[in-house]
């Protein structure tokens, strides 16, 4: 892969987490049983992001959570799912307010499987989407709530979130794959 564009610096990241974090606030008429999940790997960064930010608005912690979608996904076999990942989802949400957290929303079948994750674990109130980047091409009739970037892409490229804490710098690029 070739990196073709960096769509968001450092600056930018920070100011959709900040924006996101207001909406989510105002959406919500504030933070009372929120609970932030993020999709492992990289919406745990973001999600712990978002929480310390609408901690500091809130002046209220948060708990923020993750969950590994693993052994909900569709493309793998069942025998190949490790057993012990299964119950990374070990927290209460009945009548909570979910925030699913992901980096980037594309075909949707990532916040299907977290979807699925979270209804075998409880019954929510209600579950809302928040993403860096949404860049379309969906297979299930999937919408984010919040959305830090909206980048129309082709389905020759791949859009890549990166977050300090995974990847030592924090940027958004578009990259084109070449086969």
């Known amino acids: 892969m070739e990196t073709k ?6 600056s930018a990241i920070k100011r ?6 207001h909406e989510i606030i105002e959406r919500n ?13 990289r919406g745990i960064p973001f999600a712990e992001r978002l929480g310390k930010k609408i901690s500091e608005i809130e002046d209220k912690n ?5 969950i590994d979608i693993t052994p909900y996904r569709d493309d793998l076999e069942p025998d190949s799912v490790d057993v012990e990942v299964k119950e990374s989802l070990d927290f209460d949400i009945t009548d909570k307010t979910v925030i699913l957290i992901d980096d980037v929303l594309y075909t949707g079948r990532t916040v299907r499987a977290a979807l699925d994750a979270i209804v075998h674990s409880g019954r929510p ?3 809302q989407l928040a ?3 949404d860049r379309g091409h969906r297979e ?5 709530d919040f959305v830090g970037k909206n980048v129309p892409t082709s389905q020759d490229e791949a859009v ?13 690029v578009i990259e084109k794959n070449f086969k």
């Open 131 to 133: 993403v860096m980047i």
């Open 5 to 10: 564009a960096v769509i968001m610096d450092e």
């Open 160 to 172: 890549n979130v990166m977050f300090e804490e995974v990847d030592s710098e924090d940027m958004v």
């Open 29 to 41: 008429r504030g933070v009372d049983d929120l609970v932030l999940v993020g999709i492992r790997t």
């Open 62 to 66: 948060l708990d923020v959570k993750y």
């Open 16 to 21: 959709a987490i900040t924006r996101i974090s």
């Open 140 to 144: 299930f009739p999937i919408r984010p």
């Open 125 to 127: 109130k209600k579950v």
